[in-house]
């Protein structure tokens, strides 16, 4: 049988490729292609370097979300001078112990754009998503060389962040090179970055904001939206990763979504045109998933084709989703366990899933 396995990244416990092993152990003498997927979240910088052999991997210091300087990755493409940076690798959840929306700052992000700026990019792509910051691409900005003032003119840290004590944007320090490249955002997310579906209402709690306080941080940013000579904050992606989405608005980027870049960097669709099912999944398939989520975007597209699709995720309410070709969905806890032990054991699970529906997956026609 031939199977495409194009699993997500289950946060904080597996990332793509770790995945996609996890559930290949499982289908022993079948003729199985794996694929790096990614949403425009974590494992989008791998699914690039997966699919691009020319690519040069840079390692550099940045300051981290929390302060702390650690090595982070990008990536840049000489003969293209492309750079992709992933947010995660700077700003992400599982880089915390425990999380603080109003202190976290997306300025390594900005600092790895420094970087590939200095290396000659001329296109730059950052892919959104698993985020731990709320600062609305603030530190980005800061990196990039953007000043913001207080109410009295004096200049706000970086670390904490301090939206909620802008007042007015000082552009004049603006890398010299921000304005002449193009600039690509990738995600799986089309929110704004304020109201009921933007960044405060729909990420902030995942992100450590109390409920009480959403209200309150959603017209925080409304106020630093108001800061920007151009409104972008209504845009599609604006909200994402924090409002990362609406700093790279204001530099002028493109909104492209995440599923159908990595597609397009993997030819998904060769494989699937010979494909006789298409296994994919995430940590928790729930009604966010089909707001663009990988999965789901994996499953319309093999559903064009009339392959197919599994979901295996670490938990669903859903059973299936016909209309987008998924027969049917999986949980992979197979007993009572706490969270931290799912998450620690999440591959093995995985595997054992798998291997529980291999009769059924080995018996599934093609539609």
Known sequence: MRIVVA??????????????QAVLRALEGHEVTIIPISDGGEG???????THAEGTIIEENVVCLDGIQRVARFSFEPSTRHAVIEVAETAGLTLLAHVDPWRYSSVGVGQQIVQALDCGAKIITVGLGGS????????????LGVRFLDANGAVLSTIPHRVEEVASIDWSGLHPRAREVVWRMSSDVQNPLIGESGAAYVFGPQKGLAADVVKRYDRILNHYANCFEVDRRALPGAGAAGGIGFALLQLGAIYVSGVEEVVSWSKLEEQLEKADLLITGEGKFDAQSFEGKAPYGLARLANTHGVPTLVFTGQSDYTSHMESGIVAIFPIVSRIMTLEEAIWEAAPLLTNAVQRVRHLIEKAPRQ
């Open 7 to 20: 699993m997500d990244s289950f946060k904080g416990s597996l990332s793509s490729m770790e995945a996609n």
């Open 44 to 50: 989008f910088l791998d699914a690039w370097i997966a």
């Open 132 to 143: 731990g910051t709320m600062d609305g691409g603030k530190g980005l900005l800061e990196a």
